[in-house]
């Protein structure tokens, strides 16, 4: 067993190595621990249900229809064209490739995509709103196919680009990549955090903290929640298995945000600049897969 988690089992909390006895009375006093059944205890202790590689597959390929529709997104990007515009294509790629898209009527969401433009932070509702020139977008993405799901963001230039737009997405996108770097197993979820924080809060940016990382599968959102602060060491331990997306939203000025009347819009209080990018993860047996995979290179100046 990994050496963080042996650290937080508790005397009296199932034995990891799934004899359905306490700790205590099972492997807390031998030489040599049982081997660890994974799958069964993270599901007893934290409700997180471990891939097999079946279900990997199964999210890789909606993870690859994801990554198509962002890539035909990015083509259409322009001035004039219209978060409407955007939602048609991102429904329309769903329907020809036998999809669903996620946010449509979840939890009475109107619209098959979020299109986040500027101050907004996340679950921009698209409509006729027309993008100019200079402007930012976070369009997030997230397709059901054979009944899995994947989820993957990225923020996007319209036009030519200002200072203040170049630094904010530059930043988000290396919190990301940030992110990336501790994604093995044995670290922790605030080890995410943490890298993510401290890159962020280096370039004078800051992190939202309402809105996390999650696992994923046959739902929407599941256990574990990924903060994007944290601190070293700390958290759940990684172990392979594990699938959940890293999103940090990363903001120009204040982290503080208030919610529009719409219910769902979130606004940077300070209406300054906001990015964010997002991929969903695999935790492998020796480091991490992207199942949303596109290069955060042009992101990054």
């Known amino acids: 067993m990994l ?33 660890v059944d994974y799958k069964r205890y993270y599901k007893q202790k934290y409700d997180i249900r471990l891939k ?41 790629i769903a329907e020809k490739s036998g999809a669903l898209c996620a946010p449509l009527n979840y939890r009475g969401f109107p619209k098959s995509v979020c299109t986040s433009v500027n101050e907004v932070i996340c679950h921009g509702i698209p ?32 036009g030519s680009p200002s200072p203040e737009a ?31 924080q401290s890159l962020a809060e280096s370039r004078g940016c800051s992190v939202v903290r309402e809105f996390v ?17 944290g601190n070293k060491g700390e958290g759940i331990t990684l172990v392979p298995g594990m699938v959940f997306t890293v999103e940090p939203m990363i903001n120009l000025g204040g982290a503080d945000l208030f919610i529009a009347e719409d ?13 964010q990018f997002e991929q969903t993860f695999l935790i492998t047996d020796d480091g991490y897969e992207s199942l949303t995979p596109y290069d955060l ?5």
């Not at 990997?56 to 515009?85: C, F, H, W, Y």
């Not at 990382?213 to 602060?229: A, C, I, K, M, S």
């Not at 219910?263 to 990015?275: E, M």
């Open 3 to 35: 050496k963080n988690e042996w650290k937080n089992v508790g005397r009296n909390e199932i034995c990891p190595c799934g004899s359905g006895r306490k700790y205590k009375k099972c492997c807390l006093k031998r030489q040599t621990p049982a081997a």
């Open 52 to 92: 097999d590689p079946g279900e990997v597959e199964k999210i890789r390929s909606a993870g690859r229809l994801v990554v198509s529709a962002l890539n035909d997104v990015e083509s259409m990007i322009a001035p004039g064209v219209t978060t409407n515009d955007i939602n048609r294509l991102v429904h329309g």
């Open 127 to 158: 409509g006729e709103y027309a993008l100019i020139d200079g402007d930012i977008i976070n369009v997030d993405i997230t397709y059901i196919l054979d009944g899995y799901y994947a989820d993957a963001s990225k923020s996007f230039f319209v």
């Open 166 to 196: 170049r630094r904010i997405v530059s930043a988000s996108a290396s919190c990301l990549l940030a992110a990336m770097d501790v994604l093995a197993p044995g670290n922790t979820i605030g080890d995410i955090g943490f890298a993510i």
């Open 213 to 229: 990382g999650h696992g994923l599968g046959r739902t929407f959102h599941e256990p574990p929640q990924v903060p994007h602060f």
């Open 263 to 275: 219910g769902w819009t979130a606004i940077t209080r300070d209406r300054k600049l906001s990015a």
């Open 297 to 301: 290179s042009p992101f990054i100046g």
